[in-house]
């Protein structure tokens, strides 16, 4: 049974920073390219970033410069760096995987972890 959990969350100052993770298991987590997407109040998922390997990333531009997306195939676990955190980065963040060459996210959405960003 594949599960996704994330952890990291946490109230947080605007030019804050924090570091997201997510742990996967039931999967072999080096055949997936992963993600970080987030999802606001009232607003749709969004993809953030995503990573097939260090030097293969893709980021929202909205986020560029300011997150790294890294993973550690050892551990089955993907990070996301938040640095110069802003109010609207404020959402409810989920990590997601695909196999690679695939086209689509999986349909699995673990329970998240929130992230506030408020003075």
């Known amino acids: 049974q594949v599960q996704h959990v994330e952890s990291g969350g946490d109230l947080v100052q605007p030019g804050g920073s924090l570091t997201l993770s997510c742990v996967v298991s039931?999967?072999?987590?080096?055949?997936?390219?992963m993600a970080w997407f987030r999802q606001a109040p009232g607003k749709q998922r969004e993809l953030v970033a995503s990573?097939?390997?260090?030097?293969?990333?893709v980021y929202l531009h909205s986020v560029k410069g300011r997150f790294t997306i890294s993973r550690d195939n050892a551990k089955s676990t993907v990070y996301l760096q938040m640095n110069s955190l802003k109010p609207e980065d404020t959402a409810v963040y989920f990590c997601?995987?695909?196999?690679?060459?695939?086209?689509?996210?999986?349909?699995?959405w673990g329970q998240g972890t929130q992230v506030t960003v408020s003075s």
């Open positions: 990573i097939q390997s260090d030097t293969d990333t």
């Open positions: 997601n995987r695909k196999p690679r060459n695939h086209r689509n996210w999986s349909d699995y």
């Open positions: 039931g999967i072999i987590f080096s055949d997936y390219d």
